[in-house]
């Protein structure tokens, strides 16, 4: 088939699923075509080396990447971002109809932040179907805070519109779906697509003795959050956890974020000494640093629009097969507890998680990697590269006529 791919990110930013997917399908004989913007995650700013303007367009077998401009200028208010989404869906819509006009079927890896280039490019290829991954449903993270209710409700009636267009919706997560079919899509049309991690980083390692230094623990248990300090996370509570048993293990955070400086501040204010902040790591030094701890920590607040979300963090850490303690709702504490892969609590409870880091502490070494070897399994048999890729090109060839559908919703994970 001739697939379109429609990414507000994309390779060589951190845009594994995308990336990988593209690469795949077209090792699978498809011929891909993707529109996507220039490379500016996370800092806001175009990468070094690139420069935004209107023709640029990379070849090789089977896949062709078009670039188009967008507003880029690291701002982190909601009008900056907007700025940015809209000026994307302005420079998509122009290049659709020539880049993706003739395409079988078009994929698109839907973030708030693609909503609006979205909703412009179905209208211009009306005869295209579309299969949306359905990534996060929460329009605008923290604008009715900032007071800028009314982009969150103009981008919640954009993704309506959008749900409601979509020959196939997959999500990213079970619980996703009850979310998409309340903003209007067809329940028959949604199927559960869980993401992959990027397999050629994440795997099994041995630790190196630099990370057995770096991660430290002096023969304690070594409880490891690796990724973003934000609002999401809530990582003052593993935090107050933490402080509540200094002698017994120790809580390593690598990453940074909005709210590093708090959580750092807390950890002061408390004197948790078993606390480390380590800066933030390449992502191929990962894989290393997970083997020297001993458990990966997955946070989210207990907030609605998250019970709905698996973060990527939870399937690199199985892919690594690294133990998880989760502090978490929804589908990551049932996925975890489900493949039995760790230990998880309610989120934001401090005192919960405190108990959950004890009994990690207590688990005899063996028991630990016995839960990494049932997470590595679960990866392969249910989230991996091969199994994602499998159910969309499904999904693509469904809607466009090239295999029968089948008579229900095929039921991808419980």
């Not at 230094?213 to 248990?221: A, H, N, S, T």
């Not at 959050?225 to 956890?241: F, K, N, S, Y």
């Not at 963090?313 to 709702?329: M, N, T």
């Not at 996925?335 to 760790?342: I, P, Q, S, W």
Request: hydrophobic share 45%; charged share 20%; with cysteine.
């Amino acid at each position: 088939m001739k697939i379109g791919i429609l990414s507000y990110h994309f390779p060589p930013e951190p845009a594994f699923i995308p990336g990988s997917l593209a690469e795949e399908l077209a090792a699978r004989g498809h011929e891909v075509r993707v529109l996507t913007g220039f490379p500016d995650y996370p800092g806001g700013h175009v990468y070094p080396g690139w420069r935004q303007r209107w023709h640029h367009e990379t070849h090789s077998q089977r896949l062709s990447v078009r670039r188009v401009p967008r507003y880029s200028s690291g701002a982190t208010s909601t009008g900056g971002r907007m700025a940015s989404y809209v000026s994307f869906a302005g420079s998509a819509a122009l290049a659709a109809r020539r880049f993706l006009g003739n395409v079988d079927a078009l994929y698109v890896f839907q973030l708030p932040a693609t909503t609006f280039a979205t909703a412009a490019v179905l209208r211009l290829l009306g005869r295209v179907p579309v299969v949306l991954h359905v990534q996060d449903v929460w329009a605008l993270d923290g604008a009715e805070e900032a007071g800028d209710g009314r982009w969150a409700a103009r981008m919640g009636a954009a993704m309506a519109r959008v749900y409601r267009s979509a020959a196939r919706v997959a999500v990213a997560a079970p619980s996703m779906r009850d979310l998409v079919v309340a903003a209007g899509a067809d329940p028959a049309r949604v199927q559960v697509v869980l993401n992959w991690t990027d397999e050629r980083i994440f795997h099994p390692a041995t630790p190196s003795p630099a990370a057995r230094q770096l991660v430290g623990g002096d023969g304690r248990c070594v409880v490891m959050h690796a990724g973003t300090i934000g609002a999401r996370q809530g990582l003052e509570t593993a935090v107050r956890a933490a402080a509540a048993l200094d002698r017994t293990m120790d809580l390593v955070l690598v990453g940074s974020g909005a709210d590093e400086r708090r959580v750092r501040g807390l950890a002061a204010e408390l004197g948790a000494d078993n606390v480390r902040f380590v800066e933030r790591r390449s992502p191929v030094d990962m894989p290393e640093l997970y083997a020297a701890a001993d458990y990966q920590l997955v946070m989210l607040r207990d907030l609605p629009e998250l019970h709905g979300m698996v973060p990527g963090k939870l399937q690199a850490a199985l892919s690594c097969a690294a133990p998880v303690v989760a502090s978490a709702g929804g589908d990551t504490a049932d996925l975890v507890e489900r493949t039995r892969a760790g230990l998880s609590c309610p989120p934001e409870d401090w005192a919960a998680l405190a108990d959950r880091f004890w009994l990690a502490a207590t688990i005899p070494p063996p028991s630990r990697v016995e839960m990494g070897r049932r997470g590595r399994e679960a990866y392969l048999r249910e989230m991996s590269l091969p199994a994602g890729v499998d159910r969309i090109e499904r999904l693509l060839l469904e809607v466009a006529g090239r295999v029968s559908e089948p008579a229900s919703p095929r039921k991808t994970l419980a």
